[in-house]
């Protein structure tokens, strides 16, 4: 990271510790007119920072990865999303061509037999269109949180993505499952019905399952495969000598 951009993020962090997360939203917005936007799957946590960037009118662009293999109920909470505040949610989507090479050569379901054909399929319907939205803006939001995570633990609320290049914002980096619950039900904000059913950490439909007590946060994503292997490459931190490090999940 160069220094200039390591003064910057350092400088957001100062200007917006203790600020609330809609005016740090809109602190962002008039600082990098254009160039905000936010990464949407509909979660809980995305659903907080859509009705805080929705409701404020901030001029901060909303955008989804439909990867083509979302459950029912991730289409119903987006179109109640739209209907609630009045938007259209942009919606990004695999590139067919590579899609189509892709399920002819390996078939439908075929990253549950490696891990390679698994992070393929990821890279394909994720992390390629994730580049596309993200192209020209200077200003990443994420709903990620630390309590998804001890990987996320360290995670400064905002930082440089070497990868896309530009800066994340992590709103709800420190806020807890109950503190986001109870501002969805205070805010009467739509939200996806797969969380009152043990749903957790909700992707794509064949590789999503609930969780049972006890169990992780991410133990219900790929959970066929090794804990250590379970990434996706939405959010990727360089590090020192290693390409690509996968830090962080998605």
Not at 38 to 57: A, G, K, P, T, Y
Not at 85 to 101: F, G, M
Request: with cysteine.
């Amino acid at each position: 990271m160069a220094s200039s951009t390591q003064k910057l993020v350092s400088l957001l962090i100062q200007e917006t510790a203790g600020l609330p997360i809609d005016q740090t939203l809109a602190l962002l917005a008039g600082r990098f007119p254009g160039a905000v936007t936010f990464s949407s799957s509909f979660s809980f946590e995305d659903q907080v920072i859509s009705h805080q960037i929705l409701e404020n009118q901030l001029p901060i662009s909303i955008f989804t990865l439909d990867t083509g293999r979302l459950f029912p109920e991730t289409y119903s909470v987006w179109s109640k999303t739209n209907a609630a505040y009045h938007t259209r949610i942009k919606a990004y989507y695999p590139n067919h061509e590579s899609l189509e090479e892709f399920v002819q050569a390996t078939g439908p379901n075929s990253f549950y037999e490696s891990t390679q054909n698994r992070k393929d399929c990821c890279h394909i319907r994720k992390v390629e269109p994730l580049r596309r939205a993200l192209a020209g803006n200077s200003i990443w939001v994420t709903g990620l949180r630390a309590e998804h995570s001890p990987g996320r633990g360290d995670l400064p609320q905002f930082e440089w993505d070497e990868g896309n290049q530009l800066i994340k914002f992590h709103p709800l980096l420190h806020w807890s499952t109950d503190e986001v619950m109870a501002f969805i039900k205070q805010n009467n904000i739509p939200y996806n019905s797969l969380h009152d059913k043990g749903f957790i950490s909700i992707g794509c439909a064949p590789c999503t399952r609930a969780i049972q007590p006890g169990e992780d946060f991410r133990a219900g994503r790929w959970w066929w495969e090794d804990s250590s292997k379970k990434e996706c490459g939405l959010h990727v931190t360089e590090k020192p000598g290693v390409a690509n490090s996968l830090a962080k999940i998605d």
